[in-house]
């Protein structure tokens, strides 16, 4: 099958050195032997809903996104995104972006001799899921995490929640090979100082708003 939507993942193979030291999927995972893992991840925290499929290949060390479609919430002129109608929004759309990430990754002639490549079947080939749990807008969050916890009960796949931040940091950290950075994260009300510290991303300053 031929996907008929145009490619959302147009960057070639993240390597990811080992001298980057990632951190672990969570022990609990049945994936962590795998030679690839395939992972479907939902991100929503704000204006923007995306969905993303991402295999990781353990045979040569690299990241490769399979697909990305996104979707953006325009506020009338004038006015900023709420909350509320930016939820409806992601609820609307939540379910195509879904199916178009998978048509995308998937819908492809490289597997026409798989028994899994009936559009209906392409959920066989994702091993987990992940979404956004934080920070960002509540409703909108909800809105996505509701959706990929529906998913993962109905495909019987596990489900990661991922920090909004941690996974800026990860990204960043695969593209430019960095092993140890102290980050500046700047985004709002949400601007921090990062680094890694005791097996875990620590807060060493943030912004303040004084009441």
């Not at 022990?27 to 690839?36: C, E």
């Not at 019987?156 to 092993?179: D, F, Q, W, Y």
């Not at 890694?196 to 991303?201: A, F, H, K």
Request: charged share 20%.
């Amino acid at each position: 099958m031929v996907s008929i939507f145009a490619s959302t993942a147009t960057d070639g193979p993240c390597s990811a050195s080992a001298l980057i030291d990632n951190l672990p999927l969570p022990p609990s995972l049945p994936i962590n032997s795998k030679p690839t893992v395939t992972i479907l991840g939902i991100e929503g925290s704000a204006n923007k809903v995306g969905v993303g499929v991402l295999r990781y290949s353990r045979a040569d060390n690299t990241y490769r996104i399979l697909a990305n479609p996104r979707k953006t919430f325009i506020a009338p002129t004038g006015q900023g995104f709420l909350p509320r109608e930016t939820s409806w929004h992601h609820q609307a759309h939540i379910v195509a972006v879904v199916k178009s990430a998978l048509v995308e990754a998937f819908g492809s002639d490289d597997d026409k001799n798989n028994d899994d490549d009936d559009p209906n079947q392409f959920h066989k080939k994702i091993d987990a899921i992940s979404f956004t749990k934080g920070p960002g807008m509540g409703g909108p969050l909800q809105s996505c995490a509701v959706c990929a916890r529906t998913l993962s009960l109905i495909w019987k796949i596990p489900l990661v929640a991922v920090n909004h931040c941690v996974g800026h940091i990860e990204m960043g950290r695969i593209a430019t090979g960095a092993s140890n950075p102290v980050v500046l994260y700047v985004s709002g009300g949400n601007t921090q100082v990062i680094a890694y510290q005791d097996q875990r991303y620590r807060i060493f300053g943030e912004t303040y708003v004084k009441d």
